[in-house]
């Protein structure tokens, strides 16, 4: 049974219990101080930092820091995705990405709207709607301004009612009334505002701050498009998320939400954009005239709360939302093409671009048989992969055996470094699209957004004459040995 978190004070409250918070009461700038303090948590798998004073702010006015990045719990470092998802703790990552999975099967359950929502406790319109008031912080040198929205979800819907669209994706704040909002015409919101454009109509839009944990995962997700992240999120928990509508556009919003944001983006005013450091770890790609969002409406919980991701080297929450939820995606379409998968895993230390899959060793057995040499499986399992919308992210993939744990750095590099032949080993695949935050493709692929990568054959022969025998603790003892030495290790010392 999933715990449904339906605020993110539910979610504080459940790191304060297991010793995953800081509070940091000392007064703390926006001016670079406090995003330092993320990225110095984020490194160092740190209990997340809730600022309570900000430099030049009232009182009450917050900052929460890395909300989804790995936790301090050396045994649950998957924490607070687990609690974001209404998991235990401990819940190991693959165990995450089979429950996301499921639910992309489960029927949808759609939000119920109320009123007298918290997000609406105060309500700022007209002049009054400025972010004047709010702690937007400078996360990196080299940002090209203050970021509002780096853990939250940009709202639209299609003009005709028939999809709402929730989002994650870089908003900059230009001005006290207005954002810039990076919108790439292959993501779900630039297919949105395509119709809007054609409609003629600006685009409505809603940016929402500190909602319940579990919504950024499903802005993160890639769900199929036409899909609505609400209804997903409903059909993962069983129950519906509550929504309110928004003041001053004709929009639906979480109804526990810390801050939101309501306007319209223009259809032709543009204003310069990035750059911003980013998910691959560096301050990624030029600036580039993007859309204006001009703010009708600001609505805020008491005390509201902010909160902040630094993005950048891994691990932070861009890899942890997109780790388990791509990885759902990527092993529901395995499954569904009848490849003999057992896990799937988007590495976050490899900014996600990295997919590492597993498969049991009678894989043979699977499928009639049509897949007869490890390499012919590779390439079967890599076309699957590198389907968009995931394999937009993928430009390497390792295809293991099962014995090994796609989520554990160590088996991944022995996996790799001792069953992948250093030639024979390498699957090409040509001509396959990619984000344009790649860092790695020459300016001739960028122009396309096409390129080559790589799949990695790291199979052992299922063959049982032809299979190494392994040392390791799990494959190499009978069962009464494994016992006996974990019942001598569990023993106190004399």
């Keep these: 049974m999933k715990k449904h978190l339906t605020s993110l004070r539910a979610y504080l409250e459940e790191l304060r219990e297991i010793g995953d918070l800081r509070e940091i009461d000392d007064e703390v700038s926006t001016e670079l101080e406090a995003g330092a303090v993320i990225r110095y948590a984020v490194e160092n798998q740190l209990p997340a930092p809730l600022f309570n004073r900000l430099a030049g702010h009232r009182p009450g006015y917050r900052i929460l820091g890395a909300p989804g990045a790995l936790s301090s719990l050396p045994e649950a470092r998957w924490a607070r995705v687990a609690l974001s998802l209404g998991l235990e703790p401990g819940t ?8 996301l999975a499921a639910a992309l099967d489960a029927e949808p359950i759609p939000p119920v709207e109320i009123t007298d929502a918290p997000c609406q406790q105060n309500v700022l319109l007209g002049d009054e709607a400025t972010l004047d008031a709010f702690p937007v912080p400078l996360v990196h040198v080299g940002d090209a301004g203050r970021y509002l929205n780096t853990w939250g979800v940009i709202i639209v819907r299609s003009p005709d009612g028939s999809w709402t669209n929730w989002a994650i994706t870089r908003v900059m704040a230009a001005d006290s009334r207005t954002l810039v909002v990076m919108i790439n015409p292959p993501q779900d919101i630039g297919k949105i505002y395509a119709m809007w454009k054609e409609r003629g109509e600006p685009m409505p839009a809603a940016l929402v701050q500190g909602s319940e944990p579990a919504i950024p995962f499903a802005g993160g997700m890639a769900l199929p498009s036409g899909r609505d992240e609400s209804g997903y ?19 639906q919003v979480p109804a526990s939400a810390e801050i939101v944001v309501e306007g319209h983006v223009s259809l032709d005013e543009t204003l310069p954009e990035g750059p911003m450091g980013e998910f691959f770890g560096y301050i990624s790609g030029q600036p580039r005239q993007r859309p204006v969002f001009h703010i009708s409406a600001i609505t805020h919980r008491d005390d509201p709360i902010l909160p902040v991701v630094s993005a950048g080297k891994p691990v932070e929450e861009v890899h942890t939302v997109v780790g388990p939820t791509h990885a759902a995606e990527v092993l529901r379409n395995l499954r569904g093409a009848g490849l003999p998968v057992t896990a799937a895993w988007l590495i976050p230390e490899g900014s996600c671009t990295l997919a590492a899959i597993t498969v049991p060793r009678e894989w043979r057995q699977w499928g009639g048989g049509i897949h007869t040499t490890t390499r012919m499986l590779t390439r079967a399992i890599a076309n699957v992969v590198l389907r968009p919308k995931v394999g937009f992210w993928i430009t390497r993939i390792l295809v293991l055996d099962d014995d090994l744990d796609p989520t554990d750095l160590r088996d991944l590099a022995w996996g790799f470094a001792t069953r992948c032949h250093p030639v024979q080993g390498q699957v090409l695949i040509e001509d396959q699209l990619f984000t344009p935050l790649h860092i790695i493709y020459t300016a001739a692929e960028m122009q396309t957004l096409s390129g080559p990568k790589m799949a990695y054959d790291c199979l052992l022969s299922p063959d049982a004459d032809k299979r190494p025998v392994s040392t390791a603790f799990e494959q190499n003892f009978p069962e009464h040995i494994k016992r006996r030495a974990r019942a001598l290790w569990d023993r106190p010392g004399s």
């Design 92 to 99: 190991h990552p693959l165990a995450i990405v089979d429950e």
């Design 233 to 251: 999120l409903g059909g993962y928990f069983g129950e519906p998320l509550e929504v309110t509508r928004c003041r001053t556009v004709d929009l």
